[in-house]
């Protein structure tokens, strides 16, 4: 990693978890209103963050070990890596879900905010490297987007 995007990642990791913390901690915070809320905010999060551990699981696995053999990413019978077939990353496409998930728990402006930057960002990796899958396999899937299904 470049040390330009080490000052860059700790300014935005450490700036939003600043920001959200001071607010989640503030005296004036307003807890959720339902535990309806609270459940389904934990499940989004939830269900976020094991799809992006199954897509990183098998991304690791999809290359011989000591090799750099590069094959076109496909689902592993995982269930949540059927998203390969819509997508390009869907480790993106999962961490978005997980950081809404954590807005909708939190019901803090900042936690949007970082979820939107941060997809913001992921979104442009995403284009980048699906345009190299393109490039790169002649056979790639066609119909695949580059992070969200059937948008872009």
């Known amino acids: 990693m470049p040390i330009n995007n080490l000052f860059k990642n700790c300014t935005y990791y450490w700036g939003f ?3 959200i913390s001071y607010f989640i901690n503030h005296p004036l915070y307003t807890l959720p209103s339902t535990d309806t809320q609270v459940y389904v905010g934990l ?3 939830l269900f976020g963050e094991i799809g992006n551990l199954s897509t990183h699981l098998a991304f690791k696995n ?11 990413p496909m ?23 997980s950081w809404v998930g954590f807005t909708v728990l939190t ?13 913001g960002q992921m979104l442009q990796w995403a284009l980048g490297k699906h345009s190299n899958y393109k490039k790169e396999f002649k056979d790639y899937p066609k119909n695949r987007k580059a992070m969200i299904p059937f948008i872009i």
């Open 107 to 119: 019901q803090t402006f900042f936690s949007g905010l970082f979820a939107l930057v941060g997809g």
């Open 75 to 97: 689902p592993n019978g995982n269930p949540f890596c059927g998203l390969f077939n819509l997508v390009s990353c869907p480790n993106y496409t999962y961490e978005v879900i």
């Open 62 to 72: 999809m290359r011989p070990p000591g090799t750099k053999t590069r094959v076109i």
């Open 17 to 19: 978890s600043s920001l």
């Open 43 to 45: 499940s989004i999060y």
